[in-house]
Nanobody
Framework: QVELVESGGGLVQAGGSLRLSCAAS????????MAWYRQAPGKEREFVAV???????NYADSVKGRFTISRDNAKNTVYLVMNSLKPEDTAVYYC????????WGQGTQVTVSS
């Protein structure tokens, strides 16, 4: 049974930072590409960042230079460090394992106040 459990969301002022975590189980984590998506109220879910099993990374233009994705294969965990947060970063952030059978976490709320 695959499970992705996000944590670390919360309320932060503009300019602040948060670190999201996604703990994975039921998959061979070290072989998995992992990604973060987000969905703001009234908007479609959008790509934020991805890290491959080979530790290559890619980011949405809107977060490039502010967010950093990383992984710890020993802990089966992927992280998203978010700096210089803006009100427009407010969303539910989802952990995602792409593949033939994709998996989503339940999401964690990030709220950035102005």
């Amino acid at each position: 049974q695959v499970e992705l459990v996000e944590s670390g969301g919360g309320l932060v002022q503009a300019g602040g930072s948060l670190r999201l975590s996604c703990a994975a189980s039921g998959i061979i984590f070290r072989l998995a590409d992992m990604a973060w998506y987000r969905q703001a109220p009234g908007k479609e879910r959008e790509f934020v960042a991805v890290i491959t099993s080979g530790v290559s990374t890619n980011y949405a233009d809107s977060v490039k230079g502010r967010f950093t994705i990383s992984r710890d294969n020993a802990k089966n965990t992927v992280y998203l460090v978010m700096n210089s947060l803006k009100p427009e970063d407010t969303a539910v952030y989802y952990c995602y394992r792409p593949g033939a059978t994709p998996y989503w976490g339940q999401g964690t709320q990030v709220t950035v106040s102005s």
